[in-house]
């Protein structure tokens, strides 16, 4: 394992005004959105919407990383030019998704474990030699009546800490994202508790197989409201729990953290991550930035709507959205920002 390659590499990712971009969405998922938006579901459709996506002019400058599914990492261009080079030529560092997706977890209704275990040592050493230096796995937890169960969170845990035990021995930089989701009823309070129990249990885990702290990412979820809950919070208290949650969990040497979205609309995740940055920068033990997916393209399919004609409002929208995130990162974003047609970087 060579700890100076993985130290160099996440503290690449996470440059100061930067963060990852996430366009691993699987087949399945990607398709959903394309037939939402009547863009054909097709792999020459999907090679368009990313290839889109990666050749936005000035992307580089408020993005850091990319995570491809594995479909896309053995793509090309229109113009054939592999889709690894575009990524690599703008100082973009390529990643790749790994696992399969969570299943439901056997004597467990409600509950899923995520597969992808099997084999990974061997697709690690193939996404290398297509370019990835980072590896991306998605834990999920639901929160309802007596959910999650420990039996759960010990089990997406101990996978969690195993993939990035193959990743860092790979030579990669593990993102390890272990998501509470926003479905359901519960308030700030419950998402507190659990997101810091799941993180505690992660980081047990991750201990006990010797990962290298300063050689990953954590990609967690911000604590918020269920989307049914009937007392929403504000953006400072968003903020304040995320903030304490994470210092309470998540030990100050790791190389940096980078939330998801989690299905929040670009303009508040954007919002909670500058309160974030304005409120408690002097507090922060580690860096922390961005890994959006639909918070950042959703805008930008939207305009493109799967034509060649609208490449250009598609990119532009594309481009406002990191716009956003990078000038939250600096503490900057405001209304007027949002608002803004700027066209250059921050």
């Known amino acids: 394992m060579n700890n100076d390659l993985l130290i160099a590499t996440t503290k690449a990712l996470m440059a100061t005004g930067k963060g990852l971009l996430a366009i691993d969405e699987s087949t399945g998922t990607c398709n959903k959105r394309f037939a939402a938006a009547g863009i054909p579901e097709t792999a020459e459709k999907r090679r368009d919407w990313r290839e889109l996506i990666v050749t936005t002019p000035f992307l580089n400058e408020g993005i850091s990383g990319v995570i491809l599914y594995d479909e896309t990492i053995r793509q090309a261009t229109k113009a054939g030019i592999p889709m690894v080079n575009v990524v690599t030529d703008e100082g973009i560092i390529p990643g790749i998704k790994v696992d399969t997706g969570a299943k439901p977890m056997a004597g467990f209704p409600g509950e899923k474990i995520t597969s992808g275990l099997d084999g990974l040592a061997e697709r690690l050493q193939e996404y290398v030699a297509l370019?990835?230096?980072?590896?991306?796995?998605?834990?999920?937890?639901?929160?309802?009546?007596?959910?999650?169960?420990?039996?759960?969170?010990?089990?997406?845990?101990?996978?969690?800490?195993?993939?990035?035990?193959?990743?860092?021995?790979?030579?990669?930089?593990?993102?390890?994202?272990?998501?509470?989701?926003?479905?359901?009823?519960?308030?700030?309070?419950?998402?507190?508790?659990?997101?810091?129990?799941?993180?505690?249990?992660?980081?047990?885990?991750?201990?006990?197989?010797?990962?290298?702290?300063?050689?990953?990412?954590?990609?967690?979820?911000?604590?918020?409201?269920?989307?049914?809950?009937?007392?929403?919070?504000?953006?400072?208290?968003?903020?304040?729990?995320?903030?304490?949650?994470?210092?309470?969990?998540?030990?100050?040497?790791?190389?940096?953290?980078?939330?998801?979205?989690?299905?929040?609309?670009?303009?508040?995740?954007?919002?909670?991550?500058?309160?974030?940055?304005?409120?408690?920068?002097?507090?922060?033990?580690?860096?922390?930035?961005?890994?959006?997916?639909?918070?950042?393209q959703q805008p930008g399919l939207d305009s493109w709507q799967g034509r060649d004609s609208n490449t250009v409002k598609a990119q532009l929208a594309l481009y406002h959205r990191v716009s956003c995130d990078r000038a939250a990162l600096l503490g900057l974003y405001n209304e007027e920002r949002e608002r803004s047609t700027v066209l250059h970087p921050v």
């Open 131 to 296: 370019g990835a230096r980072f590896c991306k796995w998605r834990a999920v937890f639901t929160i309802g009546n007596d959910l999650p169960t420990d039996a759960c969170v010990d089990a997406n845990a101990h996978t969690l800490a195993r993939y990035a035990a193959l990743c860092q021995q790979a030579g990669m930089v593990p993102v390890v994202e272990p998501e509470i989701l926003m479905a359901g009823s519960h308030d700030l309070q419950r998402c507190a508790a659990v997101t810091e129990a799941v993180l505690r249990a992660v980081f047990i885990q991750l201990y006990r197989h010797r990962i290298l702290p300063a050689g990953m990412i954590l990609k967690p979820n911000m604590v918020t409201p269920g989307l049914q809950c009937d007392h929403p919070a504000t953006v400072a208290e968003v903020a304040g729990a995320t903030i304490n949650c994470l210092l309470r969990s998540v030990p100050a040497a790791v190389g940096g953290i980078a939330f998801l979205s989690g299905g929040q609309p670009g303009a508040l995740a954007s919002a909670h991550l500058n309160a974030m940055h304005v409120n408690f920068k002097d507090r922060l033990p580690w860096p922390l930035t961005f890994s959006f997916g639909r918070a950042i």
